[in-house]
């Protein structure tokens, strides 16, 4: 079980940066994956960015350039740093944590999100 809080959201002007934090309950190094998405109202989710332990990084193509993803071992927590922010960046952020099982992508946990609204 790993649990996921999310916490450094709020509102913004367009242009503006915020940096989201999300502690883990367990080391994310003993995690195989971990990720942001983004959920605006009347849309599906979808991923922001997400980051294989080990590996590299991925990125929506509406964020590349502009969002950041890292995270720091030893205080468990995985960040999303958020610069140039628009409008439609507007939606609860969520921080997810995948387990796998050799090598298969089994077991997700979610952060319960957090709001970020960018005024225009």
């Known amino acids: 079980q790993v649990q996921l809080v999310e916490s450094g959201g709020g509102l913004v002007q367009a242009g503006g940066s915020l940096r989201l934090s999300c502690a883990a309950s367990?080391?994310?190094?003993?995690?195989?994956?971990m990720g942001w998405y983004r959920q605006a109202p009347g849309k599906q989710r979808e991923l922001v960015a997400r980051?294989?332990?080990?590996?590299?990084?991925n990125y929506a193509d509406t964020v590349k350039g502009r969002f950041t993803i890292s995270g720091d071992n030893a205080k468990n927590t995985l960040y999303l740093q958020m610069n140039s922010l628009k409008p439609e960046d507007t939606a609860v952020y969520y921080c997810n944590a995948e387990l796998w099982d050799w090598g298969t992508r089994t077991r997700d946990y979610w952060g319960q999100g957090t709001q970020v609204t960018v005024s225009s």
């Open positions: 980051k294989v332990n080990g590996g590299s990084a």
């Open positions: 367990i080391s994310i190094f003993s995690i195989n994956a």
